[in-house]
């Protein structure tokens, strides 16, 4: 596990510096178009299988839960619009960012 995972920041002030850095990723996200403004239509949860948050870039792994989420049909992709994971942790900052942008 790498040194930037969720389950490495257990102390107070570690976990409160690293949802700062997640903040700033996700905010970055957003705002250069990495990930859709478009609404969310679908949210599942479950069991991770080793594919990459989208926030943080690490895998979200089989013990963790990962947050998948899916957003209207983009006009260009169509169909093949992907759905984006998350950690829990991860996804809960990124709604956050995200909602206090939209408002901003």
Same mark, same amino acid.
């Given at each position: ?10 102390? #107070? ?9 997640? !903040?700033?990723?996700?905010? !970055? ?6 990930? #859709?403004? !478009? ?7 479950? !069991?991770? @299988? ?5 926030? @943080? ?12 989420? @899916?957003?209207?049909?983009? #006009? ?5 619009? #992907? ?6 942790? @991860? ?14």
């Amino acid at each position: 596990m790498k040194s930037d995972s969720p389950q490495k920041h257990q102390s #107070p002030g570690g976990l409160a510096r690293y949802v700062r850095e997640l !903040r700033g990723k996700a905010g !970055r996200h957003i705002r250069f178009g990495l990930v #859709p403004r !478009r609404a969310v239509i679908e949210i599942w949860a479950h !069991r991770g @299988c080793g594919e990459t948050c989208l926030v @943080c870039g690490e895998p979200v792994l089989a013990s963790e839960f990962e947050i998948e989420v @899916c957003f209207e049909t983009d #006009p260009i992709l169509g169909k093949e619009t #992907p759905a984006y994971r998350f950690h829990h942790l @991860c996804y809960s900052v990124w709604a956050a960012e995200r909602t206090r942008l939209r408002k901003a």
